[in-house]
């Protein structure tokens, strides 16, 4: 089977590398010659995996990103070597609840992530975690 | 480089304008502009983010405890110039129920006067 386009990242775990995602994100967007929306919320659900991978996987090594290129998706790997976690434990967050309460402001991210792609999927161990997301091109995108 | 361009008095709604990322950082830059202007009586907020285009849920969390803090003194938040993803992520976590969002902050002035 003939091997699709990839591009690979290593980040480093420093602030704001997540920006090096996106950048990538959009060079790869424009070759695949999505919409401007499309690209948008790619880049915005890379942020919001690289966050998770950089601060809630503990992770001391780097984040490794796979953006594979076919001709009807562009599927997003981010890799962590940290502590895993269980999607099924994370809950899924309310402004209602986080407004005037002592509730947390933060863990959005994995909301996000769902909300802007077409589709996540996640293993975790707790040797690391691997967020696979796709985002489909549109006949229209061209 | 992500910072507050300006945090000025336009009537009696504070502007505060953005360039670049508005990552952990920028939000705690606005939220400690914000407290100044609050903390001298003023309850009506205008984010004009028109040069920053990207942003993170972390510094979107920071706005939150912004609300929060106006809606004691019956204060409003409004942001202007958002770019269309910064507006989605803004919609989908819920922000723009609690804050309204303006074209242009020509428009956003006229309408929190």
């Known amino acids: 089977m003939e091997k699709k386009p990839t591009v690979e990242l290593k980040l480093p775990i420093l602030k704001n590398m997540e920006l090096v995602a996106t950048q990538t994100a959009d060079v790869v967007s424009k070759h695949m010659q999505l919409s401007e929306e499309k690209s948008g919320e790619i880049s915005m659900a890379l942020i919001e995996a690289c966050i998770n991978a950089f601060e809630h996987s503990e992770s001391k090594s780097e984040v490794y990103i796979h953006f594979i290129i076919d001709d009807d998706n562009l599927m997003i790997k981010v890799i962590d070597k940290g502590i895993g976690f269980d999607a099924s434990q994370v809950k899924i967050p309310k402004i209602e609840s986080k407004i005037n309460s002592d509730e947390r402001k933060r863990g959005w991210g994995l909301m996000l992530i769902k909300e802007l792609m077409d589709s996540v999927d996640f293993e975790s161990s707790d040797s690391g975690t691997t967020l696979t997301m796709i985002k489909k091109k549109d006949q229209n995108d061209e | ?113």
Do not use: R, W
């Not at chain 2, 606005?30 to 907020?45: L, V």
């Open chain 2, 1 to 113: 480089m992500n910072k507050i361009l300006e945090a000025s008095l336009n009537g009696e709604v504070l502007v505060i304008k953005t360039e670049g990322y508005l990552n952990k950082d920028l939000g705690q830059d606005i939220q400690n502009a914000a407290q100044e202007h609050i903390n001298n009586g003023i309850n009506q907020i205008l984010i004009d983010l028109d040069k920053s285009n990207i942003v993170n849920s972390i510094g979107a969390s920071i706005i939150i405890e912004l609300i929060e803090q106006l809606q004691e003194s019956e204060g409003t938040l409004a942001f202007c110039n958002l770019a269309p993803i910064i507006e989605k992520t803004f919609k989908i976590m819920g922000l723009t129920k609690y804050c309204s969002c303006y074209p242009n902050e020509e428009d956003a002035i006229k309408a929190m006067s």
